[in-house]
């Protein structure tokens, strides 16, 4: 099985910064995709940013302001979080697109999600 483990969040006031992790273990042979999402309370949940070896995305709302990056000896994917506002008051949570060792087709994972608060 894949597990994902999330770090980093917290509570902050707005324009500070905080540094989300996310670490995948189990018999990965590769992960395609990663990325952050985020569910405010009483809303859906939404993309933030995502990551390919060749391309990264990001919502309108983060863009110049969060910076997503992965390190694939460790299977973990950062978010970096700049000028943060209270409307990035969220559950944030990491997903990524797993091969497993032995298959050929790719699974999504979930991590547990972070609370991350900004205060105005």
């Known amino acids: 099985q894949v597990q994902l483990v999330e770090s980093g969040g917290g509570l902050v006031q707005a324009g500070g910064s905080l540094r989300l992790s996310c670490a995948a273990s189990?018999?990965?042979?590769?992960?395609?995709?990663m990325g952050w999402y985020r569910q405010a309370p009483g809303k859906q949940r939404e993309l933030v940013t995502t990551?390919?070896?060749?391309?990264?995305y990001y919502a309108d709302s983060v863009k110049g302001r969060f910076t997503i990056s992965r390190d694939n000896a460790k299977n973990t994917v950062y978010l970096q979080m700049n000028s943060l506002k209270p409307e990035d008051t969220a559950v944030y949570y990491c997903?990524?697109?797993?091969?497993?060792?032995?298959?050929?087709?790719?699974?999504?994972?979930w991590g547990q999600g972070t609370q991350v608060t900004v205060s105005s």
């Open positions: 997903n990524m697109r797993v091969v497993r060792w032995l298959f050929t087709t790719s699974n999504d994972y």
């Open positions: 189990g018999s990965i042979s590769s992960i395609p995709a």
């Open positions: 990551i390919t070896s060749s391309s990264t």
